[in-house]
């Protein structure tokens, strides 16, 4: 069953820290053990060590690239591994012995950080060389990463605001300003602070593993069952961790939605009609509807309500402006309740029907058959859609 996630970043986040926090939820120490030989990282070496955060004990993921003669892999690195393109990390996930979501999982991670170098050094992202994030410690951090997220089967996320920290850090192009540029770049768009303490607290690997996981920045829904902290290897006056944790599966609950809408009082209601339905559908909209209104100067008008997630409020709200005659549109995020639903196929004496069955929050369930399948088989049945649904109605329907 689908899982939710909910990370709590209060001293930061690095690829080391989920991986290690995300280990632990999952219970998966042996398959992430044996992820270099998986990955034939034979440079790569992985220890399970036990440390003690201002009285938090947990467990931390310890990568060494035996390759080096010395390595240091502290909570927030920026390592000095061999420097590889996104080609060659990308040839090296698809030869990896683990399942397709995760090799996709990790391909998205690393397309996240090559197309923010590009971005940041004004590079064609094929041309791009990893330096940070290219050593076996990195590449480990997000293959394992995106193993974990497959087997926990993580379908949402919930974040609190990102600690990024504050001061300068040294890389591979110097000493630059904390959050480090590409981490910034990543970020952008995400709400972050700096905290109390001098220091990076934030990575880009940790920053690209959150961006792919497109947190919402809200409360979680429902209660925790499940609780597990990553440690970074440096050490602060607060505990350098970052809890994460698995929700109750929350049937019911939504997410926040946007609802965007304006009234329309001057176009002809033709031309709002199957075509500008369909596209406002494709913009994104879960759903619309029209109320008819009574506008100033007695004018009656079209009040539209479209629904929609954060990533389609704006495309939905730029397709009605394109598509009406409508000058400007008005958005909110309100809450929702909605059912636990699936897809099913009935048998019936007339044929197989397909409805969806919602579950009541009384544990009873109700059914509702779908109109494009009831209009379908009325028609082979040379019926009308209300004879048809008033004898299936009449006699028993048994799910196969």
């Known amino acids: 069953m689908p899982n939710t996630l909910y990370i709590e970043p209060f001293s930061g986040v690095a690829g080391d820290m989920l991986l290690s926090a995300l280990c632990d939820l999952a219970d998966a120490y042996e398959e992430i053990e044996k992820l270099p030989q998986a990955l034939h990282l034979h440079d790569g070496k992985i220890e399970i060590q036990t440390l003690d955060k201002n009285g938090i004990v947990c467990r931390h993921i310890k990568i060494t690239d035996t390759s080096e ?229 007695g004018r009656p008008g079209l009040l539209l309500s479209a629904l929609g997630d954060e990533k389609s409020r704006d495309k939905i709200a730029d397709y009605i402006l394109e598509n009406t005659s409508s000058i400007g549109v008005r958005y909110y995020q309100t809450e929702r309740k909605i059912l636990e639903r699936r897809k099913v196929a009935l048998e019936t004496e007339f044929g197989k029907l397909l409805a969806k069955e919602s579950i009541l929050p009384s544990g009873k369930t109700k059914i509702k058959l779908e109109y494009e399948s009831l209009k379908q088989l009325a028609q082979e049945h040379n019926l009308s859609i209300s004879e048809l649904q008033r004898r299936i109605q009449t006699h028993s329907i048994r799910q196969p």
């Open 69 to 297: 003669e010395t390595h240091k892999h502290d909570a927030h690195s920026h390592s000095h591994g061999a420097h590889r393109h996104l080609s060659d990390i990308v040839s090296l996930i698809e030869n990896a012995n683990i399942n397709d979501r995760a090799k996709d999982i990790a391909k998205s991670i690393f397309q996240i950080i090559g197309e923010s170098e590009s971005r940041i050094h004004g590079i064609p992202l094929e041309k791009i060389h990893f330096h940070e994030v290219s050593g076996v410690d990195s590449i480990l951090d997000i293959v394992g990463c995106a193993v974990l997220l497959e087997k926990l089967d993580i379908a949402q996320t919930y974040c609190d605001p990102i600690c990024v920290g504050f001061g300068t850090v040294k890389t591979q192009h110097g000493v630059l300003p904390v959050p480090a540029p590409a981490t910034a770049d990543i970020l952008k768009g995400l709400p972050t602070y700096k905290g109390e303490e001098a220091g990076e607290r934030c990575t880009p690997t940790g920053a690209a593993i959150l961006k792919y996981l497109n947190p919402t920045f809200s409360s979680p829904p429902s209660p925790t069952k499940q609780i597990a902290y990553g440690p970074g290897q440096k050490n602060f006056n607060s505990a350098n961790v970052v809890r994460v944790s698995l929700l109750e599966n929350a049937a019911t609950q939504a997410p926040p939605i946007w609802v965007i809408e304006t009234n329309i009082d001057d176009s002809s209601s033709e031309l709002l009609g199957n075509d500008f339905q369909d596209g406002l559908l494709a913009a994104g909209a879960i759903d619309f509807h029209f109320t008819q209104t009574l506008m100033k100067k």
